[in-house]
């Protein structure tokens, strides 16, 4: 937990430092996700799924959910969402909305404040808590 709490300080401090004002505890998270997944080599694109559904008036329209880490080394990819909880049905659902859309198997990933024991849903997304996330070797 200490360097869970130092990376958030290097973050804050970071962005202190460039002048940046978003200091929210989501955002926060964000950079140090994006910092360690820098150090471990990958290459990390934000991503978009684009999926068509109706309006309440009937009218196709066509939405984009954005994926908030797509991670890439040679022939491995996966894909990151960052969220302070899932605890909540509703939040959980938000979060993976974009996760369960896209349309190939490599690995996906809800990486959560909360401390908890890793587990994979119905859909095969991996949840796991930050600092377990930081603390591993691989992804």
Not at 23 to 48: Q, S
Request: include cysteine.
């Amino acid at each position: 937990m200490k360097k869970l709490r130092l990376a958030a300080k290097i973050s804050w401090r970071m962005n202190q430092c460039l002048g940046f004002r978003q200091l929210e505890e989501t955002h926060l998270m964000e950079n140090v996700l994006y910092n360690d997944l820098i150090r471990r080599g990958y290459d990390v694109d934000v991503g978009v799924v684009e999926y068509n559904c109706r309006e309440y008036s009937g009218k196709k329209i066509r939405r984009q959910l954005e994926i908030d880490f797509v991670v890439n080394k040679a022939d491995e990819r996966c894909y990151i969402q960052s969220a302070l909880s899932v605890a909540d049905p509703e939040k959980k659902e938000q979060e993976t909305a974009s996760l369960v859309r896209i349309p190939d198997s490599f690995r996906k990933i809800v990486v959560t404040k909360d401390y908890m024991k890793p587990w994979r849903d119905e859909n095969g997304i991996q949840y796991v808590g930050i600092e377990d996330f930081l603390l591993s070797d691989s992804l």
